[in-house]
């Protein structure tokens, strides 16, 4: 009797190091490894440690994250970490170790005036002011597990080269306003406006809350006019309409891949996507959904051009939130990371124009075009709890 092979599982692609553009770059797609260069950056630090996340969860990994500070504390590196007070569970109390040991912890303040509706969004590690790490992982469970673990599929890059003063200069600012709660608005949004981003192959964009698309959305904008091969990895997916319009074109005139969350802890993000497939579809593009974990991965390939950080493509990452986006000109890079969209679509379901029409009923495009409006407009903890699912 033949027997059937089965599939198997879903593994997380091996880390690897390139240099790109006189920079030394460690992409760490899997959560263990992860886990281990974040570590080894905190461990290794002699004299300074600065530190920046959305989500800090008091759980394991958050405990010894926290635990690495107070080490690195107690031996004399200036430890400095900025939380987002909306995103991050871990507060003062849990922190307290570390502020014992002289270590300084900014709590990034969601106050009841307009600058409530900021989230630091940022991911960011310095080591030493030599060494940078950046992307879209969060400091929780998820993001370090293995996929059969039910994990987080995310993605991290360690930095060392010119672009790491830059993002010095840029993590100064921040700690600056996130060190003074009174500051308003209007400050964070003249650091934001201001931010030199250095001159291209390599540049460090800034996304906030200024006047109409933040600069690295612009970018984003005008690579796509230019451009013939989109490669795009995206866990939540509402753009505007000027770039969905950018995105179809594209795909009239040449290769577009994008592949988005089948699974996610907020159903409603899911909708939201699904609401924008039917125009793209008919252009051309090529899109599937992830299935074997949940995606928080942030990585967009526009032909040799390569965009790695903490933005998600939809609408808070693209006019609200603080984001830090590194955009690279670099041909091989762009291959490699390609490379990874591509281990992920075996993984994943193929959305083809008669799939998508198949699910499109009156009730479910409501549904998607609600979810749309909550995730775009209002925020993701509303559509989290209305949960109104895929």
């Not at 089965?6 to 553009?21: I, R, V």
């Not at 996929?147 to 995310?154: C, K």
């Not at 509402?238 to 699974?263: D, I, K, Y």
């Amino acid at each position: 009797m033949n027997r059937v092979e089965q599939p198997k599982p879903y593994q997380d692609p091996a880390a690897f190091t390139l240099e790109a553009q006189g920079h030394s770059l460690t992409v760490l797609p899997g959560g263990p490894e992860r886990m281990k260069a974040l570590l080894a950056l905190i461990d290794g630090a002699q004299r300074r440690l600065d530190l920046a996340f959305y989500i800090f969860a008091p759980d394991t990994s958050g405990e010894r994250v926290r635990d690495a500070l107070v080490a690195a504390a107690r031996r004399g590196v200036a430890v400095t970490l900025v939380v987002d007070g909306f995103g991050a569970e871990a507060d003062e109390e849990f922190f307290a170790p570390l502020i014992e040991q002289g270590g300084a912890f900014r709590c990034f303040h969601a106050r009841w005036t307009v600058r409530y509706l900021i989230r630091n969004h940022q991911k960011i590690v310095l080591a030493d002011d030599a060494k940078a790490m950046l992307g879209g992982f969060n400091i929780e469970d998820g993001y370090f597990a293995l996929p059969v673990e039910d994990s987080w599929t995310d993605l991290a890059v360690t930095i060392e080269g010119p672009v790491v003063a830059r993002i010095i200069r840029w993590f100064a600012e921040l700690d600056d306003w996130a060190a003074h709660p009174q500051e308003q608005l209007s400050a964070i949004r003249r650091k934001v406006r201001q931010w030199d981003a250095g001159e291209a192959p390599v540049q460090l964009l800034i996304g906030g809350p200024t006047r109409g698309l933040s600069s690295w959305a612009r970018c984003v904008g005008r690579d796509l006019v230019a451009g013939e091969r989109l490669d795009m990895m995206m866990a939540y997916f509402s753009p505007n309409p000027r770039l969905r319009r950018r995105m179809a074109r594209m795909a009239r005139r040449g290769a577009t891949r994008l592949v988005m969350a089948g699974r996610s802890d907020n159903p409603a993000t899911i909708s939201a996507a699904r609401a924008l497939y039917g125009k793209l579809l008919k252009a051309g593009a090529q899109i599937w959904e992830f299935e074997a974990t949940r995606l928080h991965t942030k990585l967009i390939v526009i032909d040799h051009v390569v965009y790695l950080g903490s933005a998600n493509l939809d609408m808070r990452s693209l006019y609200v939130n603080l984001e830090i986006v590194l955009r690279i000109e670099d041909a091989a890079l762009a291959e490699r990371m390609r490379g990874l969209i591509e281990h992920a679509l075996p993984a994943s379901r193929a959305i083809t124009p008669e799939l998508h029409r198949s699910r499109a009923g009156p009730f479910t495009r409501l549904r998607w075009w609600a979810s749309w409006f909550l995730v775009s407009v209002v925020d993701y903890t509303v559509s989290r709890k209305l949960n109104l699912g895929p």
